[in-house]
């Protein structure tokens, strides 16, 4: 069975300042791997998704994310935060049509 | 495209009323999915479906049916509501296995 780890509910950084939102995976077989944004009281939208063979992945408003196949981790990163990246960020593993999601990590990006 | 479109997008049941959610994709895509989210408890999958006529039970299928019997429509029902059953429920499609998941806005359910 397919599983995925957030190990923060919850990540703080100042605005400007990198930010790495983190997610470990446990799949059989290679694994297709996503982040989603999720902004109050609206649905999920696309950021990024692991390709194979790409172990840094660039996605939408400058996020990207880190494969390590060793570690099972696709940690998500920003160089420099901006107060609207604030909001509830989703890891997801998908295999033979089903997806599972991490429990979400609010970001929080302060002034 | 309207992309995936849901509704209601707000709805209250008593307990044990029975009602559909629906869920409709312009984009010709084969994957569709049901999801649950719950506080502190991200999405969960509920049922799913790779193809009209074709659909599969998720992590929490109890208390709900799915059919698929065109490639845009995807409806849940909820047999007898439990206030169990309370959430916001989102629809997703996909062009393939692998491809990136759209999500409509989400219905909120209140079962009373």
């Known amino acids: 069975a397919q599983s995925v780890a957030q190990p923060e509910d919850q990540v703080n950084v100042a605005e400007g300042n990198p930010l790495t939102v983190k997610c470990t995976y446990s799949?059989?077989?290679?694994?297709?791997l996503f982040w989603y944004v999720q902004y109050p009281n609206r649905g999920l939208q696309f950021l990024l998704k692991?390709?194979?063979?790409?172990?840094l992945v660039k996605g939408s408003y400058g996020f990207e994310a880190e494969f390590n196949k060793s570690q099972t981790s696709f940690h998500l990163k920003k160089p420099s935060a901006l107060v609207s990246d604030s909001a509830l960020y989703f890891c997801a593993v998908r295999d033979a049509g089903k997806s599972t999601f991490g429990d979400g990590t609010t970001l929080t990006v302060k002034p | 495209n309207a992309g995936v479109t849901q509704t209601p997008k707000f709805q209250v049941l008593k307990t044990g009323q029975s009602m559909t959610l629906q869920c409709a994709q312009d984009m010709n895509h084969e994957y569709m999915s049901w999801y649950r989210q719950d506080p502190g408890m991200g999405l969960r999958l509920i049922h799913y479906s790779v193809g009209a006529g074709i659909t599969d039970q998720g992590e929490v299928p109890n208390g709900y049916n799915v059919s698929r019997s065109t490639t845009e429509d995807f409806p849940l029902r909820l047999l007898s509501a439990a206030p169990s059953q309370t959430s916001v429920y989102f629809c997703?499609?996909?062009?393939?296995?692998?491809?990136?998941?759209?999500f409509g806005p989400g219905t909120r359910l209140l079962v009373l």
């Open positions: 799949v059989s077989g290679n694994p297709y």
């Open positions: 692991y390709i194979t063979g790409d172990n």
């Open positions: 997703a499609s996909s062009y393939g296995l692998g491809e990136t998941q759209y």
